[in-house]
């Protein structure tokens, strides 16, 4: 019996309901969501070893949805086995990587290829399953719990082995296309939206189809057709019309024996290209489209065994998509790193079980890496492979703003951070340093922040420091002064307060009464100010008292009591002085020739005793004050 194998599988992403359709055979929709949504990783890619999950005799294909509504994925496997198959096997996801027991429901005969959809719109997904020996498709609809009604079966062209699901006539409603081997064409089943399906309409494509997958090849919204041709080594694109139809098949040279086919943009340049696993060529071909619906010469990379599958994500979180080949052969899944130029690495191999003849991609335990499930034909069970590639280190990410502060107490200068939430995607910042580091001296100084995490990446931004001087400056007045007065006007007083600032710079400096001026007689009360280069302002005040003729005339007699002298001189003395003041008092607003011709005598006297009763120094003190009493009063 000859057995052939499906290259295509509908894989549902679920969580979020964003569709994560991967793989060989399907659109490159899913592919754009799935790189889209992409964890970003490091170059290499890692998967832990693989765990095996039992399901029926000699399974061929699995497709991949939410089939109990719970949000993990699910498996459901076609088992091709003559006798012993013919069933799907359902496999509930934990959403930790591990899958329940499978539980088979009957299907069609010799089921190759199945697909994942809603095909009566009441929110539950439901199955497409291709019967190769059966020449028909398998509908089962799902409860949403995980289980399934019989099979209705919908007759299609001969050996199908293939299937794809699309809107292939715009009505919203999910339609078929299947690969069929021997017929050397593709079925377009119409969907009415219901479950049911119109009768096929047949298109004409290369040699002995084995798989068939579905895009938007010329860019006109309408979904077009690629299969992978075995026997005639090449590709046939069929360029839909979007109404059910496709144009005549264009052809394109690829390896020998291509097994599968899947589509993805491997160069970046948004338009879809093809790469099919050759059975025989122990490669995988790459076809770079235009966008027009034509492809470019095919570049061969190798493999060094036979392929059966071609799958298409990005494993490594480079935002390139990579290609994952099952080996029948060695029994492991090849991943071969895109560079995002069209170009591909050397293959890593990742063992699996036995005779591998498919795989699909999902996140099985909910860490947003693609995960691969791989079907083996001989050991009938599928290997879970769970990326355990690590996340590269991010540059962290630096944000900056500009900041305005005031000066610090006492300093002309202040600290200050334009750090505005820089973060590290990773989680860790090391350091954050600025440059110059401050405190920032008055003005505004442009500052550039590095922030770096604890591998080492780093990354800059840069703010500005103003820096605002709102201290004012500090101002001490002299103590509250007493002066005699030196003429009738009063005295000229100078002095000066004594004033400090934080920042340098000239300040501003003033009173009034002014110092220098005359004082009048009396008290006068003194407001000085200090002003700083950023105006910032402070005050202090002080009484000037300015002594009339009888305050010094008192004062007078005080100090020649204090001078202790003989009794003799100090009365002489004392008795002018009080007659002075007397004759003073009574010439308040008369003549002050008595008080003049009083001080006179005074001063006579006090010379004539310089030397003798009074010291030298003694006489001078009071001579020098009585002179002054003199001008005051205004004697002649």
Do not use: W
């Not at 809603?118 to 190769?132: E, H, I």
């Not at 991010?394 to 107490?409: D, S």
């Amino acid at each position: 019996m000859q057995i052939e194998h499906p290259k295509e599988v509908a894989m549902r992403r679920i969580k979020g309901n964003t569709a994560f359709l991967m793989l060989v055979g399907l659109a490159t929709i899913g592919l754009a969501a799935l790189l889209s949504h992409a964890v970003s990783f490091a170059q290499a890619v890692s998967f832990g070893p693989a765990t095996n999950f039992a399901v029926g005799t000699s399974p061929f294909s699995v497709a991949i949805g939410d089939l109990n509504g719970d949000g993990n994925p699910d498996l459901a496997v076609a088992n091709f086995h003559f006798f012993l198959g013919n069933n799907v096997s359902i496999l509930l996801g934990t959403g930790t990587g591990a899958f329940g027991a499978a539980t088979n429901f009957p299907v069609g005969s010799q089921p190759i290829s199945a697909a994942i959809e809603d095909f009566n719109a009441d929110g539950k997904l439901d199955l497409a399953v291709a019967n190769q020996s059966g020449n028909t498709i398998s509908i089962l609809l799902g409860d949403g719990t995980g289980s399934f009604g019989a099979a209705t079966n919908f007759p299609v062209g001969t050996s199908p082995t293939s299937i794809a699901v699309g809107d292939f006539n715009g009505d919203g409603k999910p339609d078929l296309a299947v690969a069929n081997l021997n017929s050397n064409n593709v079925s377009i089943l119409l969907g009415t939206g219901t479950g049911a399906f119109g009768a096929a309409t047949n298109f004409p494509v290369g040699t002995r189809p084995a798989s068939v997958a579905m895009g938007d090849f010329n860019g006109d919204g309408n979904p077009d057709l690629a299969t992978a041709n075995r026997d005639s080594n090449n590709v046939s694109i069929l360029l839909g019309t979007g109404t059910g139809a496709f144009g005549a098949p264009t052809n394109f040279t690829v390896g020998s024996v291509p097994r599968s086919v899947a589509i993805g943009d491997f160069n970046g340049d948004g338009n879809a290209d093809l790469a099919t696993a050759n059975q025989s060529g122990n490669n995988v071909s790459i076809l770079l489209g235009t966008g027009t619906g034509s492809f470019g010469v095919s570049t061969s990379f190798a493999l060094g065994t036979p392929p059966a599958s071609v799958a298409i994500g990005d494993f490594n979180g480079d935002g390139n998509a990579d290609l994952a080949v099952t080996n029948q052969s060695t029994s492991s899944v090849s991943m071969l790193l895109g560079t995002g130029t069209g170009a591909f690495g050397i293959p890593t191999n990742f063992p699996v079980g036995a005779n591998p003849v498919f795989a699909a991609i999902g996140d099985f335990n909910g860490d947003g890496r693609p995960d691969l499930a791989v079907v083996n034909f001989t050991s009938n069970n599928v290997s879970i492979l769970l990326n355990t590639t690590m996340p590269p280190n991010q540059a962290p990410v630096a944000q900056c703003k500009n900041v305005t502060v005031n000066t610090t107490l006492n300093f002309c200068s202040a600290a200050a951070s334009i750090n505005n939430g820089s973060f590290d995607p990773d989680g860790v910042i090391s350091t954050l340093a600025q440059l110059p580091a401050g405190p920032y001296s008055k003005g505004t100084t442009i500052v550039t922040l590095t922030v770096t995490d604890d591998d080492g990446a780093s990354n800059s931004c840069t703010g500005t420091v103003t820096v605002v001087d709102n201290q004012a400056p500090a101002i001490t007045c002299p103590v509250d002064q007493v002066i005699d007065a030196t003429g009738p006007s009063g005295a000229v007083v100078t002095f000066t307060p004594t004033v400090s600032d934080n920042c340098d710079g000239a300040m501003v400096v003033g009173s009034t009464p002014a110092s220098g001026s005359t004082f009048p007689i009396g008290s006068t009360a003194v407001s000085c100010s200090a002003t700083d280069g950023s105006g910032n302002s402070s005050f202090c005040g002080f009484t000037v008292s300015v002594t009339a003729a009888a305050g010094q005339i008192s004062n007078l007699i005080a100090t020649i009591q204090a001078f202790n002298l003989k009794q003799g001189i100090a009365n002489s003395l004392d008795s002018k002085l009080q007659n002075t003041l007397a004759a003073l008092n009574a010439a308040q607003g008369g003549s002050a020739a008595a008080t003049c011709n009083l001080l006179t005598a005074f001063i006579n006297e006090t010379q004539a005793q310089s030397g003798k009763a009074l010291t030298v120094d003694q006489a001078n003190q009071l001579i020098t004050s009585a002179s002054r009493i003199t001008a005051v009063i205004g004697c002649p």
